[in-house]
C-alpha cells in the first residue's frame, strides 16, 4: 500500500554491536569525568573574574571617598580663607592636621574632628 512492506524496513540492532553492562559504565565514567573537568574549569575562572571585580569595587569606594574627602577639604580651606595646599584630603588626613596648624577658631575646629571621625569610621569598615 505505502510502497514499503514489513520485511523491506532497515533493520535496528542488527548495524550497531551491543553493549555491555563493563563497556556503558566505562563510557559513563569517561563522561563524568570530562564534565567534571569542564564544571572545575569553568567553576576557577568565575572566581577569579568575582576576585577581579570585587577588587575594582573595592577601589572605586575608596577613590570615591578620598575624592569626596579632597573636595570637602577644599571647601573648608576656601572657607577659612586658607592656602591651597589645604584643598588635598582622603584616608591620608593631610587636610585635617593643616586645619589645626592653622590655628583656626573652635567651631571649624569641631567640624573638622567630626568630619576625622567620620573618615576613621569609613576606614574602619574597609
Same mark, same amino acid.
Do not use: C, W
Given at each position: 500500500?505505502?510502497?514499503?512492506?514489513?520485511?523491506?524496513?532497515?533493520?535496528?540492532?542488527?548495524?550497531?554491536?551491543?553493549?555491555?553492562?563493563? !563497556?556503558?559504565?566505562?563510557?559513563?565514567?569517561?563522561?563524568?569525568?570530562?564534565?567534571?573537568?569542564?564544571?572545575? #574549569? !569553568?567553576?576557577?575562572?568565575?572566581?577569579? @573574574?568575582? #576576585?577581579?571585580?570585587?577588587? %575594582?569595587?573595592?577601589?572605586?569606594?575608596?577613590? #570615591?571617598?578620598? !575624592?569626596?574627602? @579632597?573636595?570637602?577639604?577644599?571647601?573648608?580651606? %576656601? #572657607?577659612?580663607?586658607?592656602?591651597?595646599?589645604?584643598?588635598?584630603?582622603?584616608?591620608?588626613?593631610?587636610?585635617?592636621?593643616?586645619?589645626?596648624?592653622?590655628?583656626?577658631?573652635?567651631?571649624?575646629?569641631?567640624?573638622?574632628?567630626?568630619?576625622?571621625?567620620?573618615?576613621?569610621?569609613?576606614?574602619?569598615?574597609?
Amino acid at each position: 500500500m505505502y510502497g514499503l512492506k514489513l520485511a523491506q524496513a532497515e533493520p535496528k540492532a542488527a548495524a550497531t554491536k551491543a553493549e555491555t553492562p563493563d !563497556e556503558s559504565r566505562k563510557i559513563f565514567e569517561a563522561h563524568v569525568k570530562e564534565a567534571a573537568d569542564i564544571v572545575k #574549569t !569553568e567553576n576557577s575562572i568565575e572566581n577569579k @573574574r568575582t #576576585t577581579q571585580i570585587a577588587k %575594582m569595587d573595592a577601589q572605586n569606594v575608596k577613590d #570615591t571617598f578620598n !575624592e569626596s574627602a @579632597r573636595v570637602r577639604s577644599g571647601r573648608v580651606a %576656601m #572657607t577659612r580663607g586658607g592656602p591651597k595646599e589645604r584643598y588635598s584630603g582622603g584616608h591620608n588626613g593631610k587636610a585635617a592636621a593643616l586645619a589645626q596648624e592653622s590655628g583656626s577658631d573652635a567651631s571649624s575646629e569641631s567640624d573638622s574632628d567630626e568630619e576625622e571621625v567620620n573618615a576613621k569610621k569609613h576606614q574602619a569598615l574597609q
